[in-house]
């Protein structure tokens, strides 16, 4: 069995685990009689468990395209290109924006209104930053004249970084609605809640473009040659 067999098992482990302590798998509505209680005391958060299940096949998806890239490179016509010195400004700004997330759920938690909003705001304004920086190092490489279909090793960095931006781009949605909850009430459980799921999915976020970043970098390249051992 590949390591990428034994990857996504374990993945699949982890969310069966999950969805199995929150009572998910229970299914109490389909007992006869007396409604059974739920494992973990009360139902499972929709929300949270979709957020679970979304990132587990997010990081799925990404495995595969960094597999992918690990066993394309060894090609001969693989020709690594120059990086834009910006993506360095991007990942400061992504890690910008996963700390002021993390600020905002310890605030809603403690029910500290005006720093929740100021962190919510910071976080937002630098996850534009990072989308505009993206834009920016695209814009850079095609004027360069490396482009998608000159090379593989082009095509992948458009790849790989335009399939992370999109993910920034949903959560930036779902961000600014809870923005926008934010500004209009108090914390509650409720809104604590939905910032507590932004955190983690910002933090997910910087986890994936690290990785990425350090495929793009070269970091990686030992790694590489032996999952092309392994995976082959």
């Not at 004249?145 to 790849?159: K, R, T």
């Not at 970084?161 to 959560?171: I, R």
């Not at 949605?173 to 509650?188: G, I, Y």
């Amino acid at each position: 069995m590949s390591v990428m067999g034994l990857f996504f098992i374990f993945v699949f482990s982890v969310a069966l685990a999950y969805l199995w302590r929150e009572g998910v798998l229970d299914a109490p509505w389909l007992k006869e009689g007396e409604v059974a209680a739920y494992r973990s005391g009360r139902p499972p958060g929709a929300a949270k468990t979709g957020l679970v299940v979304f990132l587990g096949v997010a990081l799925c998806l990404f495995s595969l395209l960094s597999a992918a890239f690990l066993m394309r490179m060894g090609a001969y016509d693989w020709q690594a290109p120059p990086l834009p010195r910006i993506l360095w400004f991007n990942t400061a700004a992504l890690v910008a924006s996963s700390a002021a997330l993390h600020i905002a759920s310890v605030a809603a938690r403690d029910a500290s209104s005006e720093q929740m909003k100021n962190a919510l705001w910071a976080g937002v304004v630098a996850s534009v930053v990072f989308i505009g920086g993206q834009i920016w190092a695209w814009r850079e490489m095609l004027a360069n004249g490396f482009y998608a279909s000159q090379n593989p090793a082009n095509a992948f960095f458009f790849l790989l970084t335009g399939a992370h931006a999109l993910h920034v781009l949903g959560g930036l949605v779902a961000l600014v609605r809870t923005m926008v909850r934010a500004s209009l009430r108090e914390p509650d459980e409720a809104l604590s809640s939905t910032v507590a799921l932004c955190a983690t999915y910002w933090h997910f976020l910087l986890f994936v473009w690290l990785l990425l970043l350090a495929l793009l970098v070269g970091w990686a390249d030992n790694v590489g040659a032996i999952c092309r051992r392994l995976l082959v």
